[in-house]
């Protein structure tokens, strides 16, 4: 079946380390999501990609940087530089077909606790 | 900026219809969609509208009226199972930006 895999479920890392969320995609979607969710909160953009070696900011890309060098992958990492780290990550891809009106689907995410 | 705003909480009973409103300011955008979200998974999706008017998907119907910046999600003959977070959403036009609305936690009481 195809999806969107997020590794791990769950992170635990220090203070001051930068750590790497894996999305990885087998729908053949050519655009990729990152999203914040906190406590109670709705999802806040982090970065978005249209397409392979492309991507831009989204409304909270401080202290996050991606990569999108094959289409089915759309890494994530959190630099130490991002004040508050600790949340849940959730990655979504968007399909083929009408290119603005295809939902978006969904990884189960990764919650990342920083201590 | 563009924001979308949702109330932050809505009670209903067993059996009831509930209807979850979203205002928005955005410059233009392509549609609007519904997302569910049930603690601790992953959101998906219910529902869109592209044009104004109601849009019937089962028990969901979704509404938009973009000459009043205003959208909703109905609801009916809720179910324990329906108790979860909503979230309405808009692609920006000329982008693939995509954005969420602040969310409604729903509660439905038996």
């Known amino acids: 079946d195809g999806g969107i895999t997020q590794s791990p479920k769950y992170l635990f890392r220090k203070e001051g380390q930068n750590v790497t969320l894996s999305c990885e995609q087998n729908?053949?979607?050519?655009?990729m999501y990152w999203y914040r969710q906190d406590p109670g909160q709705g999802l806040r953009l982090i970065y978005y990609?249209?397409?392979?070696?492309?991507?831009q900011k989204g409304d909270i890309a401080e202290g996050y940087s991606v990569s999108r060098e094959k289409k089915e992958s759309f890494p994530l990492t959190v630099t130490s530089a991002q004040k508050n780290p600790t949340a849940f990550y959730l990655c979504?891809?968007?399909?083929?077909?009408?290119?603005?009106?295809?939902?978006?689907?969904f990884g189960n995410g990764t919650r990342l606790t920083v201590t | 900026g563009q924001s979308l705003e949702q109330p932050s909480e809505v009670t209903a009973v067993e059996g009831a219809i509930v209807q979850i409103n979203c205002t928005y300011q955005t410059s233009g955008f392509y549609g609007l969609s519904w997302y569910q979200q049930h603690d601790g998974g992953a959101p998906t999706f219910l529902s869109y509208n592209a044009l104004d008017g109601l849009e019937e998907t089962g028990r969901f119907s979704s509404f938009l009226s973009r000459s009043d910046s205003y959208g909703y999600l109905l609801l009916q003959e809720l179910q324990m199972k329906d108790s979860a977070s909503y979230f309405c959403a808009v692609s920006l036009s000329g982008t693939y930006k995509y954005i969420f609305g602040t969310g409604t936690r729903l509660k439905v009481l038996a």
């Open positions: 729908l053949n979607h050519d655009a």
């Open positions: 979504a891809s968007k399909g083929q077909g009408t290119p603005y009106n295809s939902p978006l689907h």
């Open positions: 990609s249209q397409i392979v070696n492309d991507f």
